[in-house]
């Protein structure tokens, strides 16, 4: 496709990482832009569209680009003599299709820096094709992916360090020593420095509130913002502005005033734990009478009103709900934020098909595990932080009826929920995070 030689030239960010890479990116996006710098983001996976995960801008590419550029490399590379692009879809096709139109369309629209987050891992990531990026960064590392990336931290950080490039400033964040150890092994054998990026504090800037909540997320705001002195001004607007949907996101609904979302893609048992401790402390904020005076929740007197807290959850059948519900469970419990009600419900959408719920009955059989799976944890356990009864977990067939996206919060608790505050915390999956907010914005 001739790219080799213009990516070359193309200026680039390449972030690997566990946990924080979309984050990390959005705050490198929102800072440069600050700075005045014509910007293309590539990350993966999207929500509601495929052309999110293109960004120029701060802004999803326009249908009219991302067809354009779609059909220029579909063309090329069907062109190509042999069946390796022609033997079918598979989700390693697509991640490469994908980074190949990424590429084609940050060199056609000349943008000045081109922040590209990994896909998976890094060594053998599609991604991992830049030769001469102008900084990689690595972001707080954890348990995922083990299948394919190894069943140690060091194994794990072996793979995300592939990114490294001899010549190239590497950055992280502090790390589990297992995991630092490897990542400073990699640029040792590159004869580079791997640099630690010092926390907020250290620029004072240890109370701005950032664009991006949750206390997780001061982390990879200080990598993507690394300095040695202090931070220029743009930097700090950048910070603050940041956005990033279905991360640590809060919705209220607008048909629904007492109804709130609590929206995180947490999937690992790290970030389970994280997400835990955002959504206790973001779900007391806004039951609290101080809280957010923007909300559509505070048209509503607070002090009259009691708060149920609700967690609408599922994963992947890869993901082991062992390690992924406890840590949930535990966080919450721990600050306070125990759930009333747990819902499991089956992906509406999945990587390449759309389920059409109304043709008949989904199939909830891991939905069904990852029930027994709670009501195992609440068994377990002679405490009042969750309701010990096979009433207060319940798998859903569907987050979508006949009449569009079902907002019946008096079955979920039971009577008087005119007096109840909903919030409801959906996390364990990126697929589940695109389908509820698909069924928020459109019905």
């Not at 590379?77 to 692009?85: E, I, K, V, Y």
């Not at 190949?100 to 991992?128: C, H, P, Q, W």
């Not at 640099?195 to 504090?201: D, G, K, R, S, W």
């Not at 082991?320 to 600050?335: F, V």
Request: charged share 20%; net charge negative; glycine share 6%.
């Amino acid at each position: 496709l001739d790219l080799e030689e213009p990516l070359s030239e193309l200026s680039v960010i390449h972030v690997a990482g566990t946990k924080g890479k979309g984050s990390t990116c959005a705050f490198v996006e929102e800072i440069l832009r600050a700075s005045g710098f014509r910007t293309g983001l590539f990350t993966s996976p999207h929500l509601l569209d495929v052309r999110e995960r293109f960004r120029f801008d701060g802004q999803p590419v326009s249908q009219e680009l991302f067809a354009k550029y779609f059909w220029w490399c579909w063309e090329r590379l069907q062109a190509l003599p042999g069946d390796s692009f022609h033997s079918g879809v598979s989700i390693a096709r697509v991640s490469r299709f994908l980074t190949v139109l990424a590429f084609k369309m940050f060199i056609s629209e000349k943008v000045d820096v081109a922040i590209i987050e990994v896909g998976l891992g890094g060594r053998y990531d599609t991604t991992n094709v830049v030769k001469s990026p102008v900084v990689c960064g690595v972001t707080s590392l954890g348990y995922d992916h083990m299948e394919v990336l190894g069943s140690t931290l060091g194994e794990i950080a072996s793979q995300k360090a592939g990114i490294f490039k001899a010549g190239v400033p590497a950055i992280t964040v502090p790390q589990a020593s297992e995991a630092l150890d490897s990542l400073q092994k990699r640029a040792k054998e590159l004869n580079i420095c791997l640099e630690v990026a010092a926390p907020l504090t250290a620029y004072g800037l240890g109370d701005l509130e950032l664009g991006l909540k949750g206390e997780h997320q001061r982390v990879n705001a200080a990598l993507a913002a690394i300095e040695h002195a202090r931070l220029p001004d743009s930097y700090i607007t950048g910070l603050v502005q940041a956005r990033w949907e279905g991360r640590a996101q809060v919705i209220h609904d607008k048909l629904c005033s007492n109804l709130s979302f609590y929206i995180d893609g947490a999937h690992s048992p790290e970030s389970m734990e994280v997400c835990g401790k955002w959504f206790s402390s973001a779900s007391k904020a806004d039951a609290s009478p101080c809280g957010d005076q923007n909300s559509l929740i505070l048209t509503i007197s607070r002090s009259s009103l009691a708060t149920a807290q609700i967690l609408l959850f599922n994963c992947m059948p890869k993901r082991d709900p062992q390690l992924l519900l406890p840590r949930l469970k535990e966080a919450c419990a721990r600050e306070e934020s125990p759930s009333q009600l747990a819902l499991f419900v089956p992906p509406y959408s999945s990587s390449f098909s759309v389920r059409h719920i109304c043709t008949g009955r989904a199939d909830t059989s891991w939905q069904e595990i990852l029930w027994r799976h709670w009501e195992a944890l609440e068994a377990s356990k002679d405490d009042h932080c969750f309701i010990n009864s096979s009433e207060s977990s319940s798998v859903v067939q569907q987050l979508k009826d006949d009449e569009g996206f079902s907002r019946d919060t008096s079955l979920m608790i039971g009577s008087s929920s005119a007096r109840v505050i909903f919030q409801v915390l959906v996390t364990g999956s990126l697929h589940l995070v695109g389908d509820v907010l698909k069924l928020i914005k459109y019905t």
